[in-house]
């Protein structure tokens, strides 16, 4: 079945240490985008791609980065910069051009917890 | 740049009463509409969305929503609500030309009472 993949589901990390979240969609969309979720904050965007090889940083970027070699997989990266990593992660997709309406296809998301 | 308030940070009613989850939008050009729904622990899933037409919209599980665009809203409604429909439910809305970048609210946390 199509749909978009993220790995992992739970993960710890030690303070100072940088993290990798996956994110795997074959339902052939061209953008893709990471938010970031806290209670009571609603989702705020951290990076967005729209193409292979271009991304633009979102309202959050600080402390993350991210790459997008292929068109299936779009890897957040958190860095030892971001001072309050702890959040559920959600990565998203949805084709873009003529027609779009803009609708987001969500993964079950990761949540990633500093010790 | 378009924004979403959602009115309501939290709803509790009982099982089987009727509820309405009130979202409002600004934007000065013309807009789609969505509402997610979010169960503890997992990702955003498609309840609805308005594209144009008929201004009142149906969508899974026996919510709808209407829209109204003289009051810029988009409440999501739902007649009787069961345990099941405990949940995080958020209102979003993007442009439909131009960059079309997806505003999220702030999410309605619904409770559903025995």
């Known amino acids: 079945d199509g749909g978009i993949t993220q790995s992992p589901k739970y993960l710890f990390r030690k303070e100072g240490q940088n993290v990798t979240l996956s994110c795997e969609q074959n339902?052939?969309?061209?953008?893709m985008y990471w938010y970031r979720q806290d209670p009571g904050q609603g989702l705020r965007l951290i990076y967005y791609s729209q193409i292979v090889n271009d991304f633009q940083k979102g309202d959050i970027a600080e402390g993350y980065s991210v790459s997008r070699e292929k068109k299936e997989s779009f890897p957040l990266t958190v860095t030892s910069a971001q001072k309050n990593p702890t959040a559920f992660y959600l990565c998203?997709?949805?084709?873009?051009?003529?027609?779009?309406?803009?609708?987001?296809?969500f993964g079950e998301g990761s949540r990633l917890t500093v010790l | 740049a378009q924004s979403v308030t959602q009115l309501d940070s939290q709803v509790p009613v009982f099982e089987e009463a009727p509820v309405e989850l009130r979202c409002n939008y600004s934007s000065s050009v013309s807009v789609y509409l969505f509402w997610y729904v979010q169960y503890p622990n997992q990702g955003l899933q498609l309840l609805l969305k308005?594209?144009?037409?008929?201004?009142l919209v149906k969508g899974i599980n026996g919510f709808e929503a209407e829209f109204n665009k003289s009051q810029t809203s988009f409440h999501l409604r739902k007649p009787s609500v069961h345990i099941s429909d405990t949940a995080e439910y958020f209102c979003a809305v993007t442009l439909t030309q131009g960059a079309q970048k997806l505003v999220f609210g702030q999410g309605t946390r619904l409770t559903i009472n025995p």
């Open positions: 998203a997709s949805t084709p873009h051009g003529a027609g779009n309406t803009g609708e987001l296809f």
């Open positions: 339902l052939n969309h061209d953008a």
């Open positions: 308005y594209l144009s037409g008929s201004t």
